[in-house]
């Protein structure tokens, strides 16, 4: 692990920022769900962008992507998806406080504020677990997540009421429901029963 500045780290090409009890937008995603080739293609259309621009662009990009269903999609499985789901709630208030996820076919996201953890350790924790369980659910061996995954801090109020928004209305966005409450493996749902 790099340390660029404080809070600030990379595992790899992706900058992480680790601000403690500091809300966090979380994604990540399977192994397969976003070809590198692809992402070598979108950072070369972008490279004469404005830095921030281009992140922005980026991010809406792999967002659209993911939605689509790319790649193996083992979170289609709804033991997967379930298990996947109830790693998430068993933390909630020891290693971090929830407050809005959906696991899609192909990726996850959550809203969580740390709580003396870091996001490094939390990350590995919970992709670490579900990887395995879900590698013996589907009878399979080998890499199940990506091994990045993006985080952006919540700036403000008003941010974290969009990132709720979004992360609840992901499966509508993608066309796997006609309500974000219609999704099992979600916030919404949960909180609608």
């Known amino acids: 692990m790099t340390q660029l500045s404080p809070g600030w780290h990379s595992r790899g090409y992706l900058p992480h920022f680790d601000g403690g009890e500091l809300a966090q937008f979380i994604t990540f995603r399977l192994f397969d769900s976003l070809p590198k080739t692809v992402l070598i293609e979108w950072k070369e259309d972008l490279k004469l962008e404005k830095s921030a621009e281009a992140e922005s662009i980026m991010r809406r990009r792999v967002e ?40 899609m076919p192909n990726h996850v996201h959550l809203l969580c504020t740390p709580i003396g953890h870091s996001l490094a350790q939390i990350m590995h924790s919970l992709k670490s677990f579900t990887s395995s369980e879900a ?59």
């Open 64 to 103: 659209a992507y993911l939605d689509q269903g790319h790649g193996s999609c083992y979170l289609k499985n709804d033991e997967v998806a379930a298990m996947v789901q109830n790693a998430l709630l068993f933390h909630d208030r020891t290693k971090y406080r929830l407050a809005a996820w959906v696991v």
């Open 135 to 193: 590698n013996k659910l589907l009878n399979r061996a080998g890499r199940f997540w990506q091994k990045e995954y993006f985080d952006r801090y919540i700036r403000n109020a008003r941010h974290y009421a969009k990132v709720v928004a979004y992360i609840e209305n992901n499966p509508v966005k993608a066309n796997l429901c006609k309500r974000a409450s219609d999704w099992p493996f979600s916030s919404a749902h949960f909180q609608a029963r």
